[in-house]
């Protein structure tokens, strides 16, 4: 029989591979809409836990695949009843025709002082929001369900994104 952290893991998966099979289908962006959102990427982030009722912070990058899949390892803190928690994220991202809303998931380990790590998955919509003020500051909100110990606190994530390079 499947636990429900396999059924989570599935459905991530899933997600990954059905939402570019159906974009795939559609034409392809303009040069504009790919270029909003080719090159990798490095972000700052804020994270509220609804469920623990905490507030943490991280850092992510992006690495664009191919148009329309980025590669999006990330790391989170935070302060846990008093203890340091950390979770890794290996997660990819499906983007739209338009790049500005994304549907994300892949693997998360998460690490709580004095407790051995424990994995799960992550399954998140988003949202890129348009440059700040002609700057390449490039904001993004998430919300983010995380399936670890049976459980899938909701969390949302938000910070901006800036690119590596010059585009």
Known sequence: MINHRQRALIAALAAL?????????????????????SGPMFGLRGVYDGDGRVWGYGAQARFPIDWNLQFAPSVDAYAVNGQASLQGNVDFIATGRRGWFYVGGGLAVARTQGIEARYGANLYPGIDLPSLFDTPLRPFVEARWTFIDGKAPFRLTFGLNFPLGSR
Request: charged letters at 15%.
């Open 17 to 37: 591979v059905v939402v570019p099979a159906l974009q795939s289908q559609l034409p392809r962006p303009s040069q504009a809409q790919v270029d909003r959102m």
